[in-house]
């Protein structure tokens, strides 16, 4: 008897050929300090000897899924208490960091201690632009830049996060649950902040990742769905919805 996977299909099927995914930064503003996001390859590295892991057909599958999004601001933050007893930021850096203490709060939230999943264990969130948008049912997965060594580790973990873009196409943050409270967050321009993971209907398919053009439809259709986490608790809820209310087409690629 013969199985045959379920997602396999003929080579004339149109989805069995590369997925394509878009990204975009919404808003626009400040563009310049947000690099595209890139695939995950390790050049470089020795090749030579058959056993490599350079040469690891599952380890290059795997890198070859992945894709990094890079710190766009050097930030020196610790985290202390004011006389009232409020957790606060402290921007040790000052006047010599390249974010304004004045603008930290704009780019770097604290968030508020009730919310918090544990209370000795501040969480921090990081507002970023990248947005994600696919035609066809794909679910992206936020998680720590794993694969790259930091010099000065973090003080805490990453929050993860997975939601299907085709539906959600929301702005990614970055969020951090401070477990040492007495070690500072360090975080440099164009290091590796975090890395996403795409899923489709068929795990062998290859990923294909453009800029995508903000059209009036894909602007109104972010606009529409925007907003929901701060009125609504379970936003999965509401995936139905944003379905019914979804062009047929969002994305399409930039013109250079």
Not at 27 to 46: A, C, H, M, S
Not at 74 to 82: A, V
Not at 129 to 142: A, G, H, L, R, S
Not at 175 to 182: C, F, G, I, L, R
Request: glycine share 6%; proline share 9%.
């Amino acid at each position: 008897m013969h199985f045959t996977m379920a997602y396999e299909r003929a080579p004339d099927d149109p989805r069995s050929g590369p997925v394509t995914i878009g990204w975009l930064r919404e808003p626009e503003k400040g563009g310049v300090l947000y690099d595209p996001p890139e695939r995950v390859i390790f050049r470089q590295t020795n090749k030579a000897h058959a056993k490599s892991a350079s040469r690891c057909p599952a380890v290059i599958n795997m890198e070859s899924r992945f894709f990094m999004v890079r710190c766009p601001f050097d930030l020196h933050i610790g985290f202390g208490r004011d006389k009232d007893g409020r957790a606060v930021l402290i921007n040790r850096a000052g006047a010599a960091g390249g974010v304004r203490t004045a603008k930290l709060n704009e780019v770097l939230v604290l968030v508020n201690e009730v919310e918090w999943r544990y209370p000795d264990r501040p969480t921090v969130q990081l507002k970023l632009p990248y947005i994600f948008i696919c035609d066809e049912p794909v679910y992206v997965t936020q998680l720590d830049a794993f694969a790259h060594y930091r010099k000065e580790p973090l003080p805490g973990t990453i929050f993860g996060g997975r939601f299907p873009v085709n539906l959600w196409p929301r702005p990614l943050m970055w969020a951090m649950e401070w477990h040492d409270t007495s070690k500072d967050l360090i975080l440099k321009r164009g290091d590796p902040l975090f890395y996403v993971l795409f899923e489709c209907d068929s795990p062998d398919r290859a990923i294909t990742l453009v800029e995508a053009e903000r059209t009036p439809e894909l602007m109104r259709y972010i606009d529409h769905v925007s907003g929901a986490v701060n009125y609504v608790n379970q936003t999965f809820s509401l995936f139905k919805a944003a379905e019914a209310a979804r062009p047929a087409r969002l994305l399409t690629p930039r013109q250079k």
